[in-house]
């Protein structure tokens, strides 16, 4: 089992910048692959970020550039970095571990103001 606790959304004006971190408690964090996931109501929960336990990451085409995605292993921990945020990236973003099929967080909301 593996419990996540997300931290670190809000509100911010366009282009602006958040950190979101996750808290991972639970067995052997250092090698299970980790993403972010973002969600606004009426769509499907869509990858943003992943990052492998050797460190590969993967990113949306719409994120690419602006966010970055790491983890500290000795910490249980991910960040994802956002930068230049636009308002079409207000959502509830979502830690997840293991893939669409694992384990996720409680989701933290990031509203992004024009």
């Known amino acids: 089992q593996v419990q996540l606790v997300e931290s670190g959304g809000g509100l911010v004006q366009a282009g602006g910048s958040l950190r979101l971190s996750c808290a991972a408690s639970g067995s052997i964090f250092s090698i299970r692959p980790m993403g972010w996931y973002r969600q606004v109501p009426g769509k499907q929960r869509v990858l943003v970020a992943s990052i492998t336990s050797g460190g590969t990451t993967n990113y949306a085409d719409s994120v690419k550039g602006r966010f970055t995605i790491s983890r500290d292993n000795a910490k249980s921990l991910v960040y994802l970095q956002m930068n230049s945020l636009k308002p079409e990236d207000t959502a509830v973003y979502y830690c997840?571990?293991?893939?669409?099929?694992?384990?996720w967080g409680q989701g933290t909301q990031v509203t992004v103001s024009s």
């Open positions: 997840n571990a293991d893939g669409s099929y694992g384990f």
